[in-house]
């Protein structure tokens, strides 16, 4: 299924020292219960792990990716469950309701709080095994097929680099987050986020993560491409 917002990630490397983050590994978590076969979770850790997953793409309620086996390949998706609007803005206000989350997300951290208060108001980030559906173009009986748990791993790679990864499966991207947090932050049509500081607090947040997040991003290029640092980027 094409949907509108999908972003491909490269092809990944194991991560060296393991999954490292109790977000990543309550993925893992939800990715064991999703297996049917001890056998099928083997088989998709060790493509995994081989490369033979090709770049993940990740929008709204999907996982999309190729993966090789032997001679043939075969192309895996996995659906998750997306937030409803109302929930979205729920996870917007937990988001907003302490200094320091936003910026925390975009140093690719996920507060334990952040969760569990989102958890509290039906805005769930981290999905169960149920919630994890598959279809493979492979002819395995089985749903989740080792094909599609393969590309499950990896996205728990990428879960534990990027939280905001799990905001864009649930519905609510990078960019659709800051531009929310923005409008809070203004006050919004409802006036929301006009309590007192609140206004001025989150929105110098949103900015200082946003500014360090784009410098990052400029900071990764100029070093790929060999190029001299300018002193003010830094």
Known sequence: MDRAGRVTHARLA??????RSWWGKAWQRAVEEAAYADAD?????????????GGISIAAGSVLAAVREGDDAWTAEVSVPVLAE??????VEVVAAEAGRVAALLSGELPFDLVEHADEIGAELLPYGG???????CDAYLDPCRHALAVLVQ????????PLVL??????DR?????????????GPDGIGQGPGG?????????VAADAMVRAQRLVALMEAGADLPDGLV
């Open 155 to 162: 996205t728990g790679w990428l879960v534990d680099a990027d």
């Open 86 to 91: 109302e929930e979205q803005r729920a996870l």
């Open 167 to 172: 905001f864009a499966l649930r519905g609510l």
């Open 131 to 137: 919630e994890l559906a598959a279809r493979c173009t």
């Open 199 to 207: 206004v001025t607090e989150l929105a110098d947040d949103v900015e």
């Open 41 to 53: 979770l083997r088989a998709g850790r060790t493509l995994a792990r081989r490369g033979e997953v």
């Open 175 to 187: 960019e659709a987050l800051l531009a929310a947090l923005h409008e809070r932050a203004a006050g």
């Open 14 to 19: 194991p991560p060296r020292t393991g999954i």
